[in-house]
């Protein structure tokens, strides 16, 4: 399981998403922006986490088992029934003014 690298700080959350409010964007290809670390933590339920690049790869993210999202990397997410999750956004303390507010486009 990949793990977020030691020197990184929280810089915003999101609100909890469920199956029904879960903005139509993570359902679809989109990216962090460059030097933005993405923890996508499922509280009940489960997710998919597809992760598009550099090498395709499916993980079941469930409570206890976290997604990490690395900087830039596409990827998408698919609810697998009822499920309520957040996301949290990381970044280097040398990181001026790249807060991850919004998903970089493609």
Do not use: S
């Amino acid at each position: 399981m990949k793990t977020l690298p030691p020197d990184l700080h929280l810089t915003r959350r999101t609100p909890e998403f469920t199956a029904a409010t879960i903005p139509p964007g993570l359902l679809h290809d989109h990216r962090t922006k460059p030097g933005v670390w993405g923890v996508i933590h499922v509280l009940e339920g489960a997710l998919e986490y597809h992760i598009l690049e550099p090498m395709e790869e499916r993980l079941l993210l469930t409570p206890g088992r976290p997604g990490i999202v690395e900087p830039a990397m596409k990827h998408q997410v698919m609810p697998l029934g009822p499920v309520r999750f957040l996301v949290e956004f990381h970044v280097r303390p040398d990181v001026v003014g790249n807060r991850g507010d919004a998903p970089a486009g493609d």
